[in-house]
């Protein structure tokens, strides 16, 4: 029988103060040593970042290993309750830091591992949206192995070319966000 993280994911949301409208890191929470828990706004999101990270991760794709889709409590859902009312997905604590966070000396070859990772999820159809901002993709100092993360918006492929697409990834530029002249901007990694 499968483990359900159910009760490990409230405590941790409850722990953590996960507001209604909390956006950024109050919506993951650490659930135990090895899980984690995303909290996503839309049903669609919750599914799609579930059912892809089950496919890359059985595919030999580096993404976190997903352990539970937790729906929404109806009743917590009337209620408003920020916590049982959201959507959560429940998957494998990936160590490591994310690619903003980098220092200079480790983001080109965190970069070059990133990319050559999208290049591999493009090649089993799936088109990664938001993958140019450097916050999706976790780097582990010690192993040298980069992990994707947030999968939430990813798709499958429908009419895209696939080769145009990997030429994009080569092309663009990852960004981060960070505070320059009084306000927060999205600036070049690398």
Same mark, same amino acid.
């Given at each position: 029988?499968?483990?359900?993280?159910?009760?490990?994911?409230?405590?941790?949301?409850?722990?953590?103060?996960?507001?209604?409208?909390?956006?950024?890191?109050?919506?993951?929470?650490?659930?135990?040593?090895?899980?984690?828990?995303?909290?996503?706004?839309?049903?669609?999101?919750?599914?799609?970042?579930?059912?892809?990270?089950?496919?890359?991760?059985?595919?030999?794709?580096?993404?976190?290993?997903?352990?539970?889709?937790?729906?929404?409590?109806?009743?917590?859902? *009337?209620?408003? !309750?920020?916590?049982? +009312?959201?959507?959560?997905?429940?998957?494998?604590?990936?160590?490591? &830091? %994310? /690619?903003?966070?980098?220092?200079?000396?480790?983001?080109?070859?965190?970069?070059?591992?990133?990319?050559?990772?999208?290049?591999?999820?493009?090649?089993?159809?799936? *088109?990664?949206? !938001?993958?140019?901002? +450097?916050?999706?993709?976790?780097?582990?100092?010690?192993?040298?192995? &980069? %992990? /994707?993360?947030?999968?939430?918006?990813?798709?499958?492929?429908?009419?895209?070319?696939?080769?145009?697409?990997?030429?994009?990834?080569?092309?663009?530029?990852?960004?981060?966000?960070?505070?320059?002249?009084?306000?927060?901007?999205?600036?070049?990694?690398?």
């Amino acid at each position: 029988m499968a483990t359900d993280y159910r009760k490990q994911v409230y405590a941790a949301a409850k722990k953590a103060h996960c507001g209604l409208y909390s956006f950024g890191i109050e919506n993951v929470v650490r659930a135990s040593e090895q899980i984690i828990a995303k909290r996503e706004m839309f049903a669609r999101n919750a599914r799609a970042a579930y059912r892809i990270g089950k496919l890359l991760h059985r595919e030999g794709i580096s993404v976190p290993e997903m352990h539970q889709l937790i729906r929404p409590n109806p009743l917590a859902v *009337i209620s408003m !309750d920020p916590i049982r +009312g959201s959507w959560w997905v429940a998957m494998e604590y990936v160590p490591g &830091i %994310t /690619l903003d966070e980098l220092d200079s000396g480790l983001v080109s070859c965190a970069l070059k591992l990133y990319r050559e990772e999208l290049k591999k999820v493009v090649k089993k159809g799936i *088109i990664p949206v !938001d993958y140019e901002y +450097g916050v999706n993709g976790i780097y582990n100092p010690g192993t040298g192995k &980069i %992990t /994707l993360i947030d999968l939430s918006l990813w798709r499958k492929a429908k009419n895209e070319n696939i080769a145009s697409v990997l030429e994009e990834i080569d092309g663009k530029a990852i960004c981060a966000y960070r505070f320059a002249e009084g306000r927060n901007r999205l600036v070049p990694l690398g």
